[in-house]
């Protein structure tokens, strides 16, 4: 069955569907033209105005759905004002309409002084988780008010997904659904990342995210976030990065009954993109080689930087 590209196509159980896509846009206060992202292999972080041309062209290549994070001015030890995000979303939502899907980063270390994902106590040493969940959950509230069709936590705070569930259905809410980074690993793939939106975590005691993020050597802590969260009422998981954590994706779609997305990170992306530039792989091959394993290991979502170019690869895809 393998001789020829025939029967391998007759062959071929695991196949991808553009609409199973969601592409990540990053949006900078304050910046006058586009900003190409550095390791980012033709990202960019938009201006405003840009955005909605990048949206308008997405739309034209078959891609509807979107993951909005926000690379706002102003740092704050406790931040109170995310009218640069809600704006932008209201933005968005006038300009195009049920035409396009948003999903809202909901995190605080775009706007935290210190990088943080939720806030520190006076000591500065810790995170406060109760009083980060509060914050979060007002901020998924605003997010939701603006247009957010999908409040999508990245913080890995403890209970937040209960708390932003119920906050939303108190206030006419409980149409927009939670797409929960449930099992987001401490990794050093999110580095063109935080590059990109100026969220590395300030050097000092509190200086990485492992006292939230979870830890690579403990993967039945994946599992048990995973079922956590759909029992606080997620109605997506995630599991971050998606190629190296590829058995967690196995192990979290055997055991949830919600969609499953696996979010190919930054630094992923950026590898298999110096791979494709120094001429050692084919860059379009690679990542539907890459996408095709994250399917067959259970991902229904795929989040991925070039989820621009899903559609024409697939159509032209040969096996
Ligand atoms: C922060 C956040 C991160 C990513 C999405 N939201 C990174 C981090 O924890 O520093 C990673 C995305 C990527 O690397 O592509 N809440
Ligand atoms: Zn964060």
């Avoid at 091959?285 to 394993?293: I, K, N, V």
């Amino acid at each position: 069955m393998r001789v020829s590209p025939q029967s391998r196509e007759l062959s071929a159980s695991v196949t991808l569907n553009h609409r199973a896509f969601i592409q990540p846009l990053f949006v900078e206060e304050g910046l006058q033209a586009p900003r190409l992202l550095e390791n980012m292999h033709g990202i960019c972080a938009d201006t405003r105005t840009s955005v909605l041309k990048q949206v308008e062209r997405d739309m034209e290549r078959g891609i509807h759905k979107f993951l909005v994070f926000p690379v706002p001015v102003k740092r704050e030890a406790y931040p109170r004002d995310f009218s640069f995000t809600t704006g932008l979303l209201r933005e968005l939502r006038r300009v195009f309409g049920s035409d396009i899907w948003m999903a809202a980063d909901c995190c605080l270390c775009a706007y935290t002084h210190n990088g943080h994902c939720g806030i520190t106590d006076a000591s500065g040493l810790k995170i406060d988780n109760a009083a980060s969940v509060g914050l979060l959950s007002a901020y998924a509230l605003e997010l939701a008010d603006a247009g957010a069709d999908t409040i999508a936590p990245s913080d890995m705070m403890d209970g937040r997904i209960a708390s932003i569930r119920q906050r939303l259905n108190e206030n006419g809410m409980d149409h927009v659904s939670i797409m929960s980074y449930s099992s987001k690993f401490s990794s050093q793939w999110y580095g063109p990342f935080r590059d990109a939106c100026h969220s590395s975590p300030a050097a000092g005691l509190l200086g990485d995210r492992r006292s939230y993020q979870l830890s690579p050597a403990n993967p039945e802590d994946a599992v048990l976030c995973a079922l956590r969260d759909e029992e606080e009422g997620a109605d997506m998981l995630m599991v971050k990065p998606a190629g190296w954590y590829m058995d967690m994706l196995w192990r979290i779609k055997e055991q949830v009954n919600v969609p499953v997305a696996a979010y190919h990170v930054s630094g992923e992306y950026a590898a298999l993109e110096y791979m494709a530039g120094l001429g050692l792989l084919k860059r379009e091959a690679a990542h539907l080689e890459l996408w095709t394993s994250l399917k067959r290991a259970g991902a229904d979502i795929i989040i991925s930087y070039a989820a621009r170019d899903a559609k024409s690869w697939i159509d032209h895809q040969t096996y």
